[in-house]
């Protein structure tokens, strides 16, 4: 078998690990209180509507409810996936490759296409 | 698992290459394989042009001509140029990059046996005398309407073999990024890998809409869809935009490869370091973006519109631009170099007119006004020879005689090479020179015969000449690479002296675990900095060494692709016999249970004891 090897911390890099991990957990505790807060938001404007509250048009609520999606699928991505961190590079590349050219592509079909 | 050269019986010999996981024997295997289909598309074009050859000839009818003709192209882009590309990846990259394998051997043999089994399928057509037809390209408005079975051959084996090429592509993606050695940072990766890497993340993206496409049609003609019927309320042009996203990435798939030999050929042999790597680099990027951005350009007459067209012109002319800085550098590469010229020389110099011809014509086209006229004429054919055998095909021949050593541990006969492109070089100018102007007096492409008396006739003979002039170098090249084999004369591990990159500094062929210990790379082009420093073996060792992991060969793959050719004969005769949905079912349930096999296998490969590669070494002579 391979030779299994050992590799101790020194205090320092032990101290500052454990402070990252620390601020780590502390912003995703933070980014999924903020992700549940948006999702209660998204929904209460949904009830809203249906209850008539004066104000709460469709108009309104689509744009909103998407808008809230993309900022739920970025902390996603950035701080469950932990895309934030170092070494993530090629993935965000292709991740934005595939965004960039699922997006261009629907584009020419609705315009040049069905339309 | 010893490495003592033994002789073993040709059961066991074939069985090795059936369950081969060893990038270095698939390397092989997509080079045959793909040059077995080199000469079938080969033979196709030998046919076309002599029917071609006088005007109202019948040599062929005017069905099989559509025959030949669709055969002809997708043969030679599917089941030749891509498989014998990928057969150098295979066999040349995980040694750049100073790997031992690729990341999912496993896989690359799926990958293999995909291609292998969906070519098989395409071809067997010609058995059942019901060829696929409607072109290369299959327009949905003919090949909807194409009777009996050719357009269904060709749907389902292009499905077949685009889902190795998938495999292929992501398979290459990951091994370049995770499996460099020691210091092989992405700006110090040689060229070839690069381009390798961009190739495969163009067939990462352009691939799955293909496989759509190809499902639309699967359905349309076999299962009673009606994507692209526009009496049931579909769209043809749909399948041209689909085939078109995929097909344009895809002839950038098969030069960026290319272009990737040339750059190690030009350093090489002006014997200096790429003129310009990082511009090299970012213009392969750029290249493989700006791919996915121009496809409408072969549909301007489709009628999209003024404001579509002006919009893809644009971006299709931009193209030109890295393409430009890469002939440039290239150029400069040679500047002031010591150059030696050997065959693979001379096929990169040969390149480069040839290349920037079809580049020339390529603008003229996307000039979207000048391809009214262009369209669907010999043009047409003309460019895209000039690009593909011009570009594609002269850098498979180049590096089939730069790294057959590193292939085979043999060097190929350099007269006997010279011979051949001479030969291929005089003739790809006259067969496709004079097409350019057939193109301008009218000549429409994809036409089986043509009347006297239209000023067409000596054009399409000297044509004709320059395809026979281009078979004779062929043959002479399958000769070199008889005799060279017959003969046997091994050679060390840099026979042309002045390798550069990391597969150089190791034996010809290579031991099956490459690296007796992972390579440290300290620039680019590691290999001379070494040797500038007086490091005889051009290699410094990251590791002591150590054993190593390897992958256990396995049988699995083959059986998996056999499973989906069943399946595809089973989707064809459906409606019309009985056995066909039996036949569908049961050969997906084999591949299905191939597949559960594998998973549930628990196959965690084999260690080289650190005893046996140090007796390997010893063997060798000390090879550090
Ligand atoms: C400067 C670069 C290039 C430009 C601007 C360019 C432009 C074009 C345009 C506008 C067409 C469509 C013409 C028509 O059908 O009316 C075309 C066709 C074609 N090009 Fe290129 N091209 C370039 C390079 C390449 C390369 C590098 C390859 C392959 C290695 C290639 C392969 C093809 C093929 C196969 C077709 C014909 C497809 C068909 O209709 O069957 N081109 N090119
Ligand atoms: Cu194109």
Redesign the pocket.
């Known amino acids: 078998m391979a030779d299994v090897q050992v590799y101790k911390r020194t205090p320092a890099e032990q101290q500052l690990a454990q402070r990252r991990s620390k601020k780590a957990m502390r912003d995703q505790v933070m980014m999924f209180s903020l992700m549940i807060f948006l999702t209660l938001v998204s929904f209460s404007m949904v009830v809203a509507y249906e209850a008539g509250v004066a104000g709460f048009s469709k108009y309104l609520i689509i744009p909103m409810v998407m808008l809230f999606a993309a900022v739920q699928v970025g902390l996603q991505l950035y701080y469950f996936m932990h895309m934030s961190e170092k070494g993530h590079g090629i993935p965000q590349m292709f991740m934005y490759t595939g965004a960039l050219l699922g997006f261009l592509i629907p584009l020419t079909f609705v315009t040049i296409v069905w339309w | 698992m010893s490495s003592v050269a033994q002789k073993k019986g040709f059961g066991a010999t074939l069985w090795d290459w059936l369950t081969t996981v060893d990038h270095k024997k698939i390397g092989i295997l997509y080079f045959l394989g793909g040059g077995f289909f080199f000469v079938v598309g080969g033979i196709e074009a030998m046919l076309i042009r002599w029917q071609l050859h006088k005007p109202n000839n019948d040599f062929v009818s005017a069905g099989l001509f559509n025959d030949l003709i669709t055969m002809h ?1 997708t043969t030679m882009i599917f089941l030749a140029a891509m498989p014998i590309l990928f057969g150098f990846m295979n066999a040349i990259v995980p040694l750049q990059i100073g790997a031992r394998d690729v990341a999912f051997p496993f896989i690359n043999s799926l990958g293999f046996w995909m291609f292998f089994f969906g070519g098989l399928f395409l071809n067997l057509s010609w058995f059942f005398q019901q060829v696929p037809d409607a072109g ?2 299959s327009y949905a408005s003919l090949s909807i309407a194409s009777e009996g079975h050719g357009v269904d051959f060709y749907a389902i084996g292009l499905q077949i073999a685009g889902g190795g090429t998938l495999m292929a592509g992501i398979n290459f993606l990951v091994t370049i990024i995770n499996m460099r050695a020691p210091g092989m940072t992405y700006m110090r990766m040689p060229l070839f890998t690069w381009t390798t890497f961009v190739a495969s993340a163009m067939i990462l993206f352009a691939f799955p809409p293909l496989t759509v496409g190809l499902f639309f049609l699967t359905f349309d003609r076999m299962f009673g869809g009606n994507f692209f019927d526009h009496t049931m309320g579909g769209n043809t042009i749909i399948w041209e935009h689909i085939f078109w996203i995929f ?1 344009h990435p895809e ?2 798939i ?2 960026l490869p290319a272009f990737g030999i040339f750059s190690e050929i030009f350093s090489t042999f002006s014997r200096k370091r790429l003129f310009g790597y990082p511009s090299m680099v970012f213009a392969t990027v750029l290249i493989g973006f700006l791919g996915f951005m121009v496809w409408a ?2 549909m ?1 007459t489709v009628g999209l519109g003024p404001t579509a067209n002006a919009i893809f012109a644009v971006a ?2 931009a ?2 631009v890295p ?1 430009g800085v890469k002939i440039f550098n290239w150029l400069l590469t040679m500047w002031g170099g010591s150059i030696r010229v050997t065959t693979p020389m001379l096929y990169a110099l040969g390149f480069i007119p040839s290349f920037v011809m ?2 020339v014509t ?2 003229m ?2 000039a979207a006004p000048l ?1 009214y006229q ?3 004429s010999y043009f ?1 054919v003309a ?2 020879h000039y ?2 055998v011009g ?2 095909v002269l850098g498979i021949l180049a590096a089939t005689h730069y790294w057959w050593p590193k292939m085979f541990g043999t060097l190929l006969d350099e007269a006997l090479g010279k011979v051949t492109f001479w030969f291929f070089f005089i003739g790809f100018h006259m067969t496709f020179l004079i097409q350019h102007w057939l193109g301008f007096w009218g000549m429409p492409r994809r036409v089986w015969t043509f009347m006297d008396g239209q000023g067409w006739n000596s054009a399409n003979l000297i044509s004709t000449i320059g395809a026979f002039l281009m078979a004779i170098g062929v043959i002479v090249l399958v000769y070199n690479v008889i005799i060279t084999s017959v003969k046997n004369v091994k050679v060390a591990n840099d026979p042309w002296g002045d390798g550069r990159t990391l597969e150089w500094a190791i034996e010809s062929p290579p031991i099956y675990y490459n690296f007796p210990a992972t390579p440290l790379v300290r620039g680019l082009d590691t290999v001379w900095i070494e040797k500038m420093e007086g490091n005889e073996t051009g290699l410094t060792p990251a590791e002591p060494i150590k054993d190593i992991h390897m992958p256990n060969g396995s049988i699995i793959p083959i059986l998996m692709s056999f499973g989906l050719f069943i399946a595809g004969f089973g989707a064809m005769f459906r409606t019309e016999e009985s056995w066909g949905l039996p036949v569908l079912i049961f050969g997906l349930l084999w591949t299905f249970v191939a597949m559960a096999a594998r998973s549930l296998q628990d196959d965690t490969g084999y260690y080289v004891k650190k005893d046996e590669i140090l007796r390997d070494l010893k063997r060798k002579g000390g090879q550090k």
């Open positions: 192209g290369w390209t097909g002839v950038y098969l030069i350009h072969h301007f299709t002319m193209i030109a393409t079809g580049g390529g603008v086209q996307g391809d262009l369209h669907d047409i460019h895209f690009v593909i570009g594609v």
